[in-house]
């Protein structure tokens, strides 16, 4: 799987849009990008995927560039419950693959009041 | 709906000691795998189930580990003769089946913490 690079940590106020960036130079055409957070003491959470167009659902947007090597995750509004570890993670689907996933260090994102 | 529930929340043992790990995925979900987290670190895989496919045991650190998965839902992980090392978040996910590109869900683990 391509290896992803995140921002260590980032800040965001409470109630503004928070942008959490990955770069993925070296993903190829049939891996899609996946978003998860990590509450503290919490298993990891789905968030959202996407191939090559943008996505929405009830938690975030995806944003991924024409050229696929980097993406955005927007949470619209955020709240002191945003607070997490968000892990972007790229992975391809193998039919009869394990398809694990392999978690990076992430970005601790930091909702201040 | 349920979520992927794994039991015990948290496990304190001695070293040596046998502890079986517990989880319930969510049902209709014939793919399900085992990671542990160890403190600090990222999600290190175990094992991968899928429908009645023999399990992909590679993530497996050493022969004192080793997991079923009864009846296509229950799995249970096993570690014998535990050591210091072993202490880990252990965390279960399932999804459905793992040739589409379906997310995983993750329970909330088991604590496990060897003295």
């Known amino acids: 799987d391509a290896k992803t690079t995140q921002p260590t940590s980032m800040d965001c106020a409470e109630g503004r849009a928070a942008n959490l960036p990955c770069n993925h130079s070296?993903?190829?055409?049939?891996?899609?990008v996946y978003w998860y957070r990590q509450i503290h003491s919490q298993g990891p959470q789905y968030i959202i995927h996407?191939?090559?167009n943008n996505e929405t659902n009830e938690m975030a947007s995806l944003i991924i560039t024409e050229d696929r090597k980097s993406s955005t995750l927007i949470l619209p509004h955020a709240t002191l419950r945003d607070t997490a570890v968000y892990y972007c993670?790229?992975?391809?689907?193998?039919?009869?693959?394990?398809?694990?996933?392999?978690f990076g260090t992430g970005t601790l994102l930091a909702v201040q009041p | 709906g349920a979520g992927v529930s794994q039991s015990p929340s948290n496990k304190v043992t001695e070293k040596g000691k046998d502890v079986e790990l517990r989880c319930d995925p969510i049902?209709?979900?014939?793919?399900l795998y085992w990671y542990r987290q160890s403190l600090g670190q990222g999600l290190e895989f175990l094992i991968y189930?899928?429908?009645?496919?023999?399990?992909?045991k590679s993530g497996l650190p050493s022969d004192r580990f080793s997991a079923e998965r009864t009846g296509g839902s229950v799995s249970t992980l096993t570690i014998q003769r535990t050591q210091q090392e072993d202490s880990a978040v252990y965390l279960c996910?399932?999804?459905?089946?793992?040739?589409?590109?379906?997310?995983?869900?993750f329970g909330d683990g088991t604590r496990l913490s060897i003295l």
């Open positions: 189930f899928q429908g009645n496919s023999a399990p992909d």
């Open positions: 996910a399932s999804s459905l089946p793992s040739s589409g590109n379906q997310p995983q869900h």
């Open positions: 049902s209709g979900h014939t793919a």
């Open positions: 996407g191939l090559k």
């Open positions: 070296t993903i190829s055409g049939n891996e899609y």
């Open positions: 993670i790229v992975r391809v689907h193998y039919g009869g693959a394990t398809n694990k996933l392999i």
